[in-house]
T-cell receptor, first 111, second 117 residues
């Protein structure tokens, strides 16, 4: 089952903050966040692991609530370059390494 | 580092034709993934390989789809025969797998945009 992302879309002014949420019905080993610009490949932003470990972008932060199987991505002081579609990818149990992605959150930053 | 390389970038074909998509993973990576992206279904995992061996192909939609990885630096995704509903962007990704797999970051290629007429 796909993780559920919210909101589906958000429009911000440059400098404003945004939060993108991702929730799963399955227990998660890790959550991976990607950003995709139109016509381009998804680009890795951050990975959050069980136990609180994180690896990723300096200007983007995220949280991972293992009990609730939820993750949130925080974009602060947004820049025009942050525009794109953000995907969360969930890695669940069972030994499978492939990610199950949410349907994405479209973020538009206006000057 | 050249990143994940996919070819062709665009493919237009007629229904019933065979289509072969190609992928060269990042050197040294031992896990390779094929994803399909459509507006309706989003980004879906089709199949992934670890050390050239297919591990999970549960996402392959039908027998018309097949994937191979003959060596560590090359993989193909074949559709035969192709149908209009196969039109999508197909991405290949690779990672340095093994060990604590939950940390394995996947790096995506630029994708192949397939149009089946």
């Amino acid at each position: 089952q796909q993780p559920v992302q919210s909101p589906q879309a958000v429009i911000l002014r440059e400098g404003e903050d945004a939060v993108i949420n991702c929730s799963s019905s399955k227990a998660l080993y890790s959550v991976h966040w990607y950003r995709q610009k139109h016509g381009e490949a998804p680009v890795f932003l951050m990975i959050l692991l069980k136990g609180g470990e994180q690896k990723g972008h300096e200007k983007i932060s995220a949280s991972f609530n293992e009990k609730k199987q939820q993750s949130s991505l925080y974009l602060t002081a947004s820049q025009l370059s942050y525009s794109g579609t953000y995907f969360c990818g969930a890695l669940s149990g069972g030994g499978a390494d492939g990610l199950t992605f949410g349907k994405g959150t479209h973020l538009i930053i206006q000057p | 580092d050249a990143g994940v390389i996919q070819s062709p970038r665009h493919e237009v074909t007629e229904m019933g034709q065979e289509v072969t998509l190609r992928c060269k993973p990042i050197s040294g990576h031992n896990s390779l993934f094929w994803y399909r992206q459509t507006m309706m279904r989003g980004l879906e995992l089709l199949i992934y390989f670890n050390n050239n061996v297919p591990i999970d192909d549960s996402g392959m939609p039908e027998d018309r789809f097949s994937a191979k990885m003959p060596n560590a630096s090359f993989s193909t995704l074949k559709i035969q025969p192709s149908e209009p509903r196969d039109s999508a962007v197909y991405f290949c990704a690779s990672s340095l797998g093994g060990g604590k797999r939950a940390k394995n970051i996947q790096y995506f290629g630029a994708g192949t945009r397939l149009s089946v007429l």
